[in-house]
């Protein structure tokens, strides 16, 4: 049986935790790492999210945009749910 520390993951404020672990994972199994590609560099950020004027530019351009605002009225998210 494998253990699982679903206790400690509840008493952390880790809000993403898929974003570490997946790439962490890929690299302690081998897997090859590399960065974003340079065109993508622009709309991959942390701290700020990008605002509709942003993503409409990027949908040129990009499949993948980070951060967008975690609220349904947000107008770059609502753009991106009606592509």
């Known amino acids: 049986m494998r253990y699982v520390p679903t206790a400690e993951f509840a008493r ?3 809000f993403a935790l898929e974003e ?5 994972l ?9 960065p ?3 065109d993508e560099v622009a709309f991959v950020r942390l701290g700020l999210p990008l605002s509709v004027e ?9 499949y993948f945009v980070h951060p967008i605002e975690r609220r349904l ?3 770059a998210r609502s753009f991106i749910s009606d592509c």
């Open 26 to 34: 890929a690299a302690k199994c081998g897997g090859m790492l590399r």
């Open 36 to 38: 974003y590609p340079e």
């Open 12 to 14: 952390t404020n880790v």
């Open 73 to 75: 009225d947000n107008p």
């Open 20 to 24: 570490i672990l997946y790439g962490t």
């Open 54 to 62: 942003e993503v409409v530019e990027a949908k040129e351009q990009v």
